[in-house]
């Protein structure tokens, strides 16, 4: 089976850089019924880290998290890809990119088990559109 990639629409928090923000972060957004696509986390320096979370509704993510008092930044768009595990299956994806020289600014790739597998990947804002007919979204 082919992989399927979206364009998809993730948002930014900036949460204090200590234990246990993830979480309360995702169990507060989970209580509100926000199902999650693809969620990561990483430390930005000074003390504070930035969660990326694409959420499977949009809408019901502002809602929930109008209602928890999250300020997201403005959404961007990334792309994530599905598909049928297999040896260079990244590579693939990536290998598209290369041929038309767009940069990615980030990626992160999964075995999802039972011969599935996930990616989700950024390209600068000005890349979007090359990159989604690259990519063929």
Known sequence: MADTIRKIEYSALTVPDKAGE??????????????????????VGDGKAQIDIVPSDARAFAAAAEKLKLRPRKAKSAFLVEGDDRPGAVASVLG?????????????????????????????????DQAARALGV
Do not use: N, Y
């Open 96 to 128: 598209r990119l290369a041929k038309e020289k767009i940069a990615v600014t980030a990626a992160q790739a999964v075995s999802a088990g039972a011969g599935r597998w996930g990616m989700i990947l950024w390209v600068k804002p000005a890349k979007v």
């Open 22 to 43: 993830g979480h309360r972060v995702i169990a507060a957004l989970a209580v509100e019924g926000v199902d999650l696509r693809a969620f990561c986390g990483f430390p």
